[in-house]
């Protein structure tokens, strides 16, 4: 995989665009935001990460500009953008382009699927820090990891090839026959954190105290429950390891839900608590703290409006 598209110039999207591009690849990052577009294509993207500072040059676009061949695309809009992302490069889905999504929350494999075919699906998780720095700079650092799989099993060597070169790119990147597991253990430690954030007011720290620790352990809980409902079976202890360490090495940390409401953004409430509520309504597990923080949310949006 050579000719790589990235799609979404947010944190993420130039973190992964740059350290593909600094690793030899050919890579057009593509946004809506021409401002941004601009000043990437004309400078490229300023990483900052524990290798140092440097300037990476890479091609940015449109959508329009994304034309076959192309190997792999990697979605990195939020899930409410992802709709409308995945039908611009809808063209390049007849040409074979194999199409990744690393995005938070549940759904945003199913919302490929309605433009390109499943055995073109890839999908994961990124567990990484990213923080955009204006227009064309992205900082990151200390550790994380990819791990990625297909979404059907026509897909596993096309998965094993964009793992290896997300590793070239210098990411921890893991491939793996059972993704479903890593997304859903994600969803959880991303279900816990973020609303309570958001409705809180409050960094990591804030939180981590009685209070906010019973609210987690019922969110998590459900999330479980949920998850081995649809056959999935996630590591409780494990998702707890994960959020006692952010709790802890991480408490200065805004969750990126709290850093949406400050910024006057629209949150992926709908596809991280939302989407858990959605899923153990259709198999009958109650998940009352999941829906009371999913509405908090929706609240403090509405009242923006």
């Known amino acids: 995989m050579q000719s790589i598209l990235v799609i979404g110039a947010g944190s993420m999207g130039c973190l992964f665009a740059a350290r593909i591009a600094e690793s030899g690849a050919d890579v057009l990052l593509i946004d809506v935001d021409k401002t941004r577009i601009e000043a990437i294509d ?22 329009a500009d994304a034309q076959p061949p192309i190997d792999l695309a990697l979605l990195f809009t939020k899930g409410m953008h992802s709709r409308s992302a995945i039908q611009s490069i809808a063209h390049l889905a007849a040409s074979g382009t194999y199409v990744l999504t690393l995005q938070n929350g549940l759904g945003n494999p199913e919302i490929v699927a309605e433009s390109f075919p499943q055995d ?55 491939y793996s026959t059972d993704i479903d597991v890593a997304i859903w253990e994600k969803v959880a430690f991303n279900a816990a954190l973020n609303p309570l954030g958001a409705v809180t007011g409050q960094p990591n720290a804030g939180v981590d105290n009685a209070p906010g ?11 479980v429950a949920t998850a081995k409902a649809h056959g999935v079976t996630v590591d409780h202890a494990r ?17 990126s839900m709290l850093q949406d409401m400050i ?43």
């Not at 524990?50 to 300037?55: A, F, S, V, Y």
């Not at 620790?213 to 999330?223: H, L, T």
């Open 120 to 174: 073109q699906i890839l999908k994961g998780i990124a567990a990484l820090p990213a923080d955009l720095h204006g227009l064309n700079g992205v900082e990151s650092h200390g550790t994380g990891h990819v791990e990625l799989g297909a979404m059907t099993p026509a897909g596993a060597q096309a998965a094993q090839a964009a793992t290896a070169l997300l590793a070239r790119a210098g990411f921890d990147a893991r």
């Open 239 to 255: 998702i707890t390891a994960s959020i006692d360490h952010a709790l802890a090495e991480h408490r200065g940390h805004k969750a």
């Open 213 to 223: 620790r019973r609210i987690i352990a019922a969110i998590v809980n459900e999330v």
């Open 42 to 63: 004309r400078d490229g993207i300023h990483l900052t990460d524990d290798n140092g500072t440097r300037t990476i040059s890479l091609r940015a676009g449109l959508a």
């Open 263 to 305: 910024a006057g953004r629209a949150s992926e409430i709908d596809f991280i608590n939302g989407a858990i509520c959605d899923r153990a309504q259709a198999v009958g597990v109650p998940a009352p703290s999941n829906q009371t923080m999913a509405d908090l949310v929706r609240l403090m949006e509405m009242a923006r409006r």
